[in-house]
């Protein structure tokens, strides 16, 4: 049973950054970011093959988050933040395949979440 724990959150300014970190008990998983906010329904965010080699993002980020990793830890670099990217942020992690994949109900363990707060 892989336990996975999310650290980085807090508050911000609009247009500052923060770095998320979620580890993943020494597993080498297929690993993803999921954020929601009060009111709405969880949303894919980015996430990266077990090799780290292939990323993807969602188009509200793209070019603003970066994710990278090692083999038990995965990161996402949060650059340029807006009010609108608040939300309790969710890492993911699946078992099995090589690729990255983009929907929670590929995901197999989840964290806690750590909570993002931008203020304008």
């Known amino acids: 049973q892989a336990q996975l724990v999310e650290s980085g959150g807090g508050l911000v300014q609009a247009g500052g950054s923060l770095r998320l970190s979620c580890a993943a008990s020494g597993r080498t998983l297929s690993m993803g970011w999921f954020r929601q906010a009060p009111g709405k329904e969880r949303e894919f965010v980015a996430a990266?093959?077990?090799?780290?080699?292939n990323t993807v993002f969602a188009d509200s980020v793209k070019g603003r988050f970066t994710i990278s990793r090692d083999k038990v830890t995965v990161y996402l670099q949060m650059n340029s933040l807006k009010v609108d990217d608040t939300a309790v942020y969710y890492c993911?992690?699946?078992?099995?395949?090589?690729?990255?994949?983009?929907?929670?109900?590929?995901?197999?363990?989840w964290g806690q979440g750590t909570q993002v707060t931008v203020s304008s």
């Open positions: 993911a992690g699946r078992e099995a395949g090589e690729y990255y994949y983009i929907s929670e109900y590929d995901y197999d363990y």
């Open positions: 990266i093959s077990r090799s780290g080699e």
